[in-house]
């Protein structure tokens, strides 16, 4: 399949649906984590399809590799996230490991997209 825009990418359709699975796994958060954890996890989730569609659209490979890059960043941050939920019995078991090996999914994803663009330049 040829990729006509970002949403073809198989990381971005993955990475929003982590975004949309944390929002709902962060509702049942205590309310004294709403300006905590609740609130960085919802950005970081936010900001790996949203910096792999503004990175696809900024025309330049560096730039794309860059917000790549960050969306990697994000995707860690989330990672940890995710472990501190779980820990805190915020999260159960299934739910943490539904969201988290999809959010590993879509680092791995990523990694192999850095690696082929860095490979390329």
């Not at 936010?46 to 794309?64: D, F």
């Not at 779980?86 to 850095?114: A, M, P, Q, T």
């Given at each position: 399949?040829?990729?006509?825009?970002?949403?073809?990418?198989?990381?971005?359709?993955?990475?929003?649906?982590?975004?949309?699975?944390?929002?709902?796994?962060?509702?049942?958060?205590?309310?004294?984590?709403?300006?905590?954890?609740?609130?960085?996890m919802?950005?970081?989730?936010?900001s790996?399809?949203?910096?792999?569609?503004?990175?696809?659209?900024?025309?330049?490979?560096?730039?794309?590799?860059?917000?790549?890059?960050?969306?990697?960043?994000?995707?860690?941050?989330?990672?940890?996230?995710?472990?501190?939920?779980?820990?805190?019995?915020?999260?159960d078991?299934?739910?943490?490991?539904?969201?988290?090996?999809?959010?590993?999914?879509?680092?791995?994803?990523?990694?192999?997209?850095?690696?082929?663009?860095?490979?390329?330049?």
């Amino acid at each position: 399949m040829k990729i006509k825009n970002y949403k073809d990418l198989l990381a971005y359709q993955k990475s929003y649906k982590v975004a949309l699975l944390g929002y709902q796994v962060t509702s049942g958060f205590p309310s004294s984590e709403m300006y905590g954890l609740v609130s960085q996890m919802s950005r970081a989730a936010i900001s790996i399809p949203s910096n792999i569609s503004e990175g696809y659209r900024r025309g330049s490979q560096k730039e794309y590799t860059q917000f790549l890059k960050i969306s990697l960043g994000s995707n860690s941050e989330l990672e940890t996230q995710l472990s501190l939920s779980k820990d805190l019995g915020f999260i159960d078991e299934d739910e943490f490991k539904k969201v988290y090996e999809l959010n590993e999914e879509v680092g791995r994803l990523l990694s192999s997209y850095i690696s082929k663009l860095e490979g390329s330049s």
